[in-house]
């Protein structure tokens, strides 16, 4: 797609550091981090890469599967190699929201109120089963997750920055769970599904499980991982890229793009324009850790199935017709592939 004389060239040009100046920043090397973590988890190449995206971008991630996958296992196995305090949340149908963001106290002796503030003020937040809890809990961390505040009584509390959800769910139980709203999804960054493994990392698995117990080291400090994140926003991006960003978020609204008509009827509701902005986000943190200092379409189109697929709302047609989210962004992505970009041209002109 695009030749490395041409990246040269416009590296040299651009206003971001080239690849080497930008990797001589980086407190820690990505594969520092994934391999203290790699000592406990087992496969999930797809996984750890979408959870690391995520935190070098301060964006939150859902992740689905069944039991027994280790979703929770790997979120905090993340809790303990990064630097910064963690929390967790178990998800229970009988949780309130001041069980998340915290209450106001009477005090008798004194006769004034003092605030308690909930496990959310924390760095990385791990949300457990978070489709256990009703919409009133879970709509209690939309202000958390996108304004990175909590409001209570009538003060508002800043929550450390930074600051991460990674939320699991179970998607085959239906007793004692809620769905959650398509608001709250929205501001998921990230939904990874997550598979089973394979046979031999399996084995791998029990071997590691029911053997000495691993003990992570932390190998980053929360001021490095703030260093990391800021290197991040100055991977340089590409008019086109952020192009290409918008046409494959646009493409997933019904009717306007064709080639595209036969699913017009099974789509409700297309990718909202946050697609667009996480999809260049996620692309400049993949980017930044194949040592990259400029994004290339092909980053926005390997991420694009995480970022649009829980944005898309399906109508009952669609669904009984078989149409599923995964198809949808399949069919987008054929519809649209990565741009041919000269780089050269921008250099000259």
Do not use: W
């Not at 040299?12 to 550091?17: K, N």
């Not at 301060?58 to 305090?85: D, I, S």
């Not at 924390?122 to 939309?142: F, G, H, T, W, Y």
């Amino acid at each position: 797609m695009i030749n490395r004389p041409q990246v040269a060239r416009a590296e040299a040009a651009s206003p971001t550091d080239t690849a080497r100046e930008l990797a001589a920043r980086v407190p820690v090397p990505i594969e520092q981090i994934l391999f203290e973590v790699k000592r406990l988890i087992v496969g999930q190449d797809r996984l750890l890469e979408r959870l690391l995206i995520a935190l070098l971008s301060g964006g939150h991630v859902l992740l689905e599967g069944v039991p027994g996958l280790a979703k929770t296992v790997t979120v905090k196995a993340f809790a303990q190699v990064l630097g910064g305090a963690a929390g967790r949340i178990q998800f229970t149908p009988d949780l309130v929201p001041a069980d998340l963001i915290g209450t106001r106290i009477y005090n008798p002796g004194r006769g004034d109120f003092t605030t308690e503030l909930g496990p959310v003020f924390c760095n990385l937040l791990l949300a457990d089963e978070i489709n256990r809890a009703p919409a009133k809990v879970q709509s209690a961390l939309l202000e958390a997750m996108q304004e990175r505040q909590v409001t209570i009584g009538k003060e508002t509390h800043k929550i450390p920055d930074p600051f991460v959800v990674l939320a699991t769910e179970n998607p085959i139980e239906t007793d004692g769970t809620y769905p959650l709203p398509e608001a709250q999804l929205d501001r998921f960054m990230l939904k990874v599904l997550v598979d089973y493994p394979s046979f031999q990392d399996e084995v791998v698995v029990v071997e590691r499980i029911t053997g000495p117990e691993i003990e992570l080291r932390p190998v980053v400090t929360l001021d490095q991982l703030k260093e990391m994140q800021k290197a991040v926003t100055e991977v340089y991006v590409d008019p086109a890229v952020r192009t290409y960003a918008a046409t494959l978020a646009y493409a997933t609204r019904p009717g306007k793009v064709k080639g595209l008509e036969d699913l017009a009827s099974a789509i409700a509701y297309g990718a909202s324009p946050r697609a667009s902005i996480n999809l260049v986000a996620a692309g400049r943190a993949l980017a930044f850790m194949r040592g990259r200092s400029y994004v290339l379409p092909h980053d926005l189109s390997e991420v694009a199935p995480e970022v649009i697929r829980h944005r898309l709302v399906l109508t009952y047609e669609g669904i009984a017709a078989g149409t599923t989210a995964e198809t949808v962004v399949h069919r987008v992505l054929e519809r649209s592939p990565p741009p041919r970009i000269d780089l050269g041209d921008r250099v000259a002109s």
